[in-house]
Each structure stands twice: as C-alpha cells, then as structure tokens.
C-alpha cells in the first residue's frame, strides 16, 4: 500500500513540474490581459529559458518579463501569468484558469494586488483559499528565484 502512494505522489509532482503547454483558452486569456494592460501596443518573444516565459517589448525596449505557470490547487491545478519588470518587482498577476469549485476568491483583482506592493510572504490570506494561496506565493517565490539565476 505504502508503494502505491510512493507511486501516486510521484506520478503525480512528474506531470505538475513537467513542461506545461498552455491550452488555447489559457492563450487567448493571456492576450486579451495584455491587451488591457498595454494598450495593443507591444510584443512578446519566448525566452529561451522556457517556453512559457517571454520578453515583453514596448517601443523596441525590453521593458519586462511575462510568465506563464501552473500551480497546484487542493485537488486539481490553476493556470496564472505574472508580469515581472526588468528588476524582477511584479507588475501584475491574474489567474487565468481556476478549476476548483472552492478556493476561486484567489482571483479577485483586489486580493492578487497586494503582491505588486508586498513582500511575497507578508500576502494575506483567504479564508477558503488557504491551499491556492500558500501554493501560488510557493510558485511565484520559486519563479523569482529561477528567474534570478537565469539572469545572472
């Protein structure tokens, strides 16, 4: 029995953590986002870092970067971008695909805001959410440390 779950749990961190393909849903979410934030008036080009991340570029500078990443949820995973500046400080942040039938508060535009003027740890959290919550501040402090040592 104790195999079987060693093999459940195993299975289970291989297809998180493998290379995601974002689904067309997930795609067109992302370019309406941009859209609102930059008014059509700019570019994104993969990295070759990973192919879910991109330079964002406005008037041919590189002005930041947008990543597009998974994270687990209580029974299942939501799919989020998050906008980073060129110092690594976000910018923005919007779940684009939650799953769940419980824990969906981790998308009000209100509460994703405090990471653009917070230390990641000191984000507050929801009552309902505690899982999405603690998951997506893991995530994006491992993001933040990938995306360090890719820039160095």
């Not at 029995?1 to 997930?26: A, C, G, H, R, Y």
Request: glycine share 2%; net charge neutral; with cysteine.
């Amino acid at each position: 029995m104790k195999i079987f779950f060693v093999i459940l749990f195993l299975t289970n961190n291989l297809i998180l953590f493998s290379q995601w393909e974002p689904s067309d849903l997930v795609l067109s979410k992302k370019i309406k986002e941009l859209d609102k934030i930059y008014d059509s008036n700019y570019d994104i080009i993969k990295t070759d870092f990973n192919s879910n991340y991109f330079n964002i570029i406005i008037d041919n500078k590189q002005t930041g970067y947008l990543c597009l990443r998974q994270a687990p949820s209580k029974h299942d995973v939501f799919d989020y971008m998050l906008i980073f500046d060129n110092d690594l400080n976000i910018d923005h942040i919007k779940i684009l695909a939650y799953r769940e039938d419980w824990g969906g508060e981790i998308r009000s535009k209100r509460w994703l805001k405090q990471f653009s003027n917070r230390e990641i740890e000191d984000v507050q959290a929801i009552s309902g959410a505690t899982i999405s919550v603690n998951s997506l501040k893991t995530d994006i402090s491992k993001l933040k440390s990938e995306m360090s040592k890719w820039l160095k």
